[in-house]
């Protein structure tokens, strides 16, 4: 598979190559070099005593040794000792002495001088690289400590990560490649404080899975996924990942690619992240899942999003659920962080197509002649949804069909060729049969921004469902039309339709939608791809499919 893909490799551990840096080099020299004895402090003889404030922390401490060492304290707690940094003040050309602390929370650096104290929630840390840097003469390592925090530049502009670094120097190689190590172990999973002590005691720091499978997609949206994929690369390194890019050839490559690839390589993976929209990971989950060996393998790779394409709903339907950035820094660092999650996915089926397996929605009607009706309007990029929705709400069109629900757990769905049995599993028949709006949600937005389901969770368990029959009158679409991206058709309380609002509103665990004359039943659109059959039907598939998220 390899061979045919345009594929680039990434520097594996490029942050550990000696990388000159100059600015500083040339900052730090004037000082270094008179105090050139002082300057390389000597650990051993600068030991700090313990400090012990009965609460569950790791002290580092370096002294004699390059590797970072644990004890006990005088209440049983381990403890890893203290080390010994410098910070450099670039400007004035100090040099301070610093402590580095690490809590179950938070990271803490210490002034060994002043009360100066720098605080890191797990929450913002990114992870860590080092460089080798000359200073009077010595060869020094910069250890650069990266956060990325939630912030917003003015009033105007909306909340993003920004990338930041706290830079200290260290004596030994050694040192610095242990340090970053345990900082980017611990800055993916908080929970790996609990297993530094052991680590520590064992010496041996463990490599984290960091191989990550990235598909591009150079046709999507707008075309610029590869540049969008090029302006957050360095956080990867930083957080300790190498990637390998796939950019796709033509349509289905990801889906071919993650189908057909051994198990032992694609385990070697801790997930894979499409650059793209909604369109390539409906490819790898479709590909994935239809694996022999999905049992073994779907449970162990997980699914990251880069907001590339004209639709980005389940990138920013997971990001809004948690309150993250909806920004292609935000979802790169919710990769970083590698935190996962388990989702549902709408197992679908079409006469031809017997699985299909949806993390998205399916729409017909209106909204599936929205999107499948404007690929000619792509250049407009996601504009392209807002200019078909208006038209297409003034000229209304009617689509019939028959439509079942049921809100009973189905350990399969019912056999596609033969009529419901009513009479079992609870299924419900939607009396009217010309609809002019209908849409499944497995999330809460529908496209980049458009709030369409705003109690749908991405875990819920459910299949959200929103129909409006053709009997509601005209102005009944168009009202939808006008509310449903904000979400404000639904009732914040209540969490049903607003007042005015006629469509209607179910919570669902299957359902099967067919024509009434054995017709197809027009434009079906499932994660936005275009689909045609005259029925399709689907049942939910609780926490099934792996993504980072947290
Ligand atoms: N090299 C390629 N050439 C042609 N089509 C491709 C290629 N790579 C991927 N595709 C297809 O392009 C389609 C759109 O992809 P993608 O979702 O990335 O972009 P998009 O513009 O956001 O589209 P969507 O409307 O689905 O959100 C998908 O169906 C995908 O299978």
């Known amino acids: 598979m390899q061979s045919e893909a345009n594929y680039v490799r990434m520097a594996d551990n490029k942050q550990y190559q000696n990388v000159p840096d100059q600015e500083n080099q040339i900052n730090i020299q004037n000082t270094a070099q008179s105090t050139q004895n002082k300057f390389l402090i000597n650990h051993s003889e600068n030991h700090i005593s313990e400090i012990n404030d009965n609460k569950q922390k790791l002290y580092l401490n370096y002294s004699n040794e390059n590797f970072p060492f644990m004890e006990q304290d005088q209440n049983g707690n381990y403890v890893i000792n203290e080390s010994i940094y410098l910070k450099l003040d670039k400007k004035e050309g100090k040099k301070f002495e610093w402590k580095l602390l690490i809590e179950k929370e938070k990271i803490i650096l210490k002034s060994l001088i002043d009360d100066s104290k720098i605080e890191v929630n797990w929450q913002d840390l990114l992870g860590a690289s080092y460089q080798q840097v000359n200073v009077g003469g010595h060869n020094i390592y910069k250890l650069n400590i990266y956060l990325m925090k939630k912030d917003r530049k003015t009033c105007y502009v909306a909340y993003n990560r920004y990338l930041s670094s706290l830079d200290f120097y260290l004596e030994t190689e050694s040192r610095a490649q242990n340090l970053t190590k345990l900082i980017q172990n611990y800055a993916r999973n908080k929970s790996y404080f609990d297993q530094i002590q052991q680590d520590l005691h064992q010496k041996k720091i463990p490599d984290f899975p960091k191989k990550l499978l990235v598909f591009i997609n150079p046709v999507g949206g707008d075309g610029s996924a590869k540049k969008k994929w090029d302006k957050v690369s360095h956080l ?3 957080a300790g990942y190498s990637c390998l890019l796939v950019l796709t050839k033509y349509k289905d490559h990801a889906h071919q690619y993650v189908n057909e690839i051994p198990a032992d390589q694609l385990l070697e993976y801790a997930g894979i992240v499409t650059v793209s929209g909604d369109g390539l990971p409906h490819e790898v989950v479709n590909g994935l899942f239809k694996r022999a060996d999905k049992d073994l393998v779907c449970p162990k790779v997980a699914l990251g999003v880069l907001p590339g394409g004209s639709g980005n709903a389940l990138i920013n339907s997971i990001l809004h659920e948690i309150d993250e950035p909806k920004t292609i820094e935000g979802a790169s660092y919710l990769i970083c962080k590698g935190s996962v999650k388990d989702m549902d996915m709408i197992h679908m089926q079409t006469k031809s197509n017997p699985c299909i397996y949806s993390f998205l929605s399916l729409a017909w009607a209106y909204i599936a002649d929205v999107d499948l009706n404007s690929e000619h309007l792509r250049f407009l990029a996601r504009l392209r949804f807002d200019v078909m ?15 079942y629900t049921t809100d009973e757990d189905l350990e399969q ?22 609809f002019k709006y209908f849409m499944i949600m497995n999330v809460p937005l529908i496209t980049t921004k458009d709030l369409n389901a705003p109690n749908a969770h991405i875990d819920d368990g459910y299949i959200d469902l929103q129909y409006l029959e053709s009997s509601k009158g005209w102005g009944q679409l168009v009202k939808y039309a006008l509310t449903f ?31 009434v004359n054995q017709q197809d039943l027009g434009l079906l659109s499932i ?22 998220s947290w």
């Not at 979400?487 to 067919?514: E, W």
């Not at 689909?531 to 993504?547: A, E, F, H, M």
């Open 236 to 238: 990867f390194e930083h």
């Open 389 to 403: 929705g208006v038209y297409r709400a003034l000229f209304q069109k009617k689509y019939s069909g028959v439509l």
């Open 413 to 434: 769905l019912p056999d596609i060729n033969q009529p419901i049995n009513i009479q079992q599993n609870r299924w419900e028949e939607v009396k009217e049969r010309s």
């Open 485 to 515: 991206q904000s979400g404000s058709h639904f009732d914040k309380k209540t969490q049903l339709p607003a007042s005015g609002q006629k469509f209607t509103y179910k919570k669902v665990k299957a359902f099967r939608l067919q024509s």
């Open 527 to 548: 994660d936005g791809e275009s689909y045609t059959s005259d029925v399709i039907q689907g049942r939910i598939l609780p926490s099934i499919l792996k993504v980072f």
